[in-house]
Structure formats: structure tokens, C-alpha cells
């Protein structure tokens, strides 16, 4: 199958989208446990990833897709661990003789994705590998309907998907949680952050003990509701913080009192 190339137009997509994504509401519970499950397996996903330079929550998402967190599944595909995969990538791993452990049959199907070889990974390079994890046949001949790999149990999807191999419905609906949804779920929590995707000319809103370049966005927004008044001058800090915590019942991120 062709690949869909890493451009700055589909980062802005994958960022807009993950921004605005909002979670169906009657899938609340069913994602919270998903998320709490993934998270009591984190340390597992962990020592996997810990020399590949893969991000934890990552490998935990796309395990969730293949095999429902079953640690008796292979990572490529679901497969049992007992023999090599018989479905695409058939074969895996190569090396050794099973049965393999989940970790031998992890490390093979990261690596066999090249993910080891990304490097620098953010918000967008998260999206499009967990993406490509699946396979573009909906962006190259489905494009009217985003990925239920990503997006299923959110406002970004509703119905349409692959229901065997090559056969498609319009009409079919994902009951999987979408990969994506489950990092911003994660994220929601406060168990993961994407900080790091933040470019420099957007804005960031954290505490400071220094005038930021966009700090006095943040002291105009609080500025607009009753009973708020703070100086825009650009420095982020406790009073700032204090409006911040008044309005959502929160400190900004890296005030000390937090």
C-alpha cells in the first residue's frame, strides 16, 4: 500500500483534529477504564520501549488496538505468541523459536516499523505512526471518513470502516476505542503531556517568575470575566495564577502551590 508522506500539512490536520477532538460522552466509562488498565501496564510498556527511544503510551495504545491488552497476543497484529504471525506481517519475528514472550514479539514489531529510528517524537509524529500502524486505506480511498483506528468513540467519527479485508462499509461502526482517543484521555488526566509539541509562536500558559512572549494573552482572557483583575504586563505569577485558579479551580502548570 502506498504511504501517505509526513507533510506540514497533515501535522497542522493531526494537530486541529487532536485539539478539537472531544470524547462521546456515553463512552466515558468504558475509556476511563481502558486508560486505567494501560496505565497499571505502564512500566511494562516502559522497559520495552527504554532503548528503542519509543514513547510508553505509544506501544500501550496501538497493544490496545491489536490485541485488547492481551499480553498473550502478538504486538504486530494479535496473533497468539505461541507460534510466528500468520497474518500480515506474517512471519514475525523471524529470529528465535517460539513460544515468544510479549516483550521479544514487541521489540520486533516496533522495530520492524522502524520506529526505533524516529528519534524526536511530538503530538503529530505520535498520530501519523499510529496511522500508518493501521495502514492509509482510509485516507487513499476512503477520505471522507476519518480512521475509527484513531478516531472511533469520538466527535470525529461516526461510521464507516473496513469490515474484513478489502470490504468496505459505509454504514459499519467501529465498537474499538480509537487509538487517539485514549491519549487524550491520557492526557486528560494528566498522565501524559504533549508539551513538547507546542511551537514557538503559539502560546504557552504557565506560571513564571519572568515576563513571557505570551503571558499577557493569558492576563487578558482571566481580565474578561467579573470579579478578575489582574495587570497585563506580560509575567505570568501568582496573580495571574490565583485568577486562573478562581476561574477552573486550578493553578497554572508549574506554579509551586499546585
Excluded at 496473533?79 to 521489540?107: I, K, Y
Excluded at 500502524?133 to 464507516?160: I, K, Q
Aim: contains cysteine; hydrophobic residues 35%.
Amino acid at each position: 500500500m502506498a504511504k501517505i508522506n509526513y507533510t506540514n500539512a497533515l501535522k497542522n490536520e493531526y494537530e486541529n483534529l487532536f485539539k478539537s477532538c472531544e470524547i462521546t460522552s456515553s463512552k466515558f466509562s468504558e475509556v476511563d477504564a481502558l486508560c486505567q488498565s494501560l496505565l497499571a501496564n505502564k512500566n511494562r510498556y516502559e522497559q520495552v520501549v527504554q532503548e528503542l527511544k519509543i514513547p510508553w503510551y505509544l506501544v500501550a495504545v496501538i497493544h490496545n488496538m491489536e490485541s485488547s491488552q492481551n499480553f498473550t497476543r502478538h504486538l504486530h497484529n494479535g496473533d497468539s505468541l505461541n507460534a510466528r504471525t500468520t497474518h500480515v506481517p506474517a512471519g514475525r519475528p523471524s529470529m528465535g523459536t517460539p513460544p515468544f514472550t510479549w516483550e521479544q514479539s514487541a521489540s520486533d514489531a516496533l522495530k520492524y516499523r522502524n520506529l526505533h529510528r524516529i528519534g524526536t517524537w511530538d503530538l503529530t509524529r505520535v498520530l501519523y505512526e499510529i496511522e500508518g500502524y493501521n495502514g492509509w486505506g482510509y485516507r487513499l480511498y476512503h477520505a471522507h471518513v476519518l480512521s475509527p483506528y484513531l478516531w472511533s468513540y469520538s466527535n470525529h467519527y461516526v461510521s464507516g470502516k473496513y469490515i474484513a479485508d478489502g470490504r468496505w462499509s459505509d454504514t459499519a461502526k467501529s465498537k474499538q476505542c480509537g487509538a487517539i482517543v485514549l491519549l487524550r484521555r491520557l492526557e486528560e488526566m494528566g498522565a501524559i503531556n504533549f508539551d513538547s509539541t507546542v511551537q514557538a509562536d503559539k502560546p504557552i500558559f504557565i506560571y513564571a517568575t519572568s515576563v513571557l512572549p505570551h503571558g499577557e494573552e493569558i492576563q487578558r482572557f482571566v481580565n474578561n470575566y467579573d470579579g478578575i483583575s489582574v495587570r497585563v504586563d506580560g509575567w505570568p505569577g501568582e496573580k495571574t495564577s490565583d485568577a486562573v485558579k478562581k476561574l477552573f479551580g486550578f493553578y497554572l502548570k508549574g506554579d509551586p502551590r499546585s
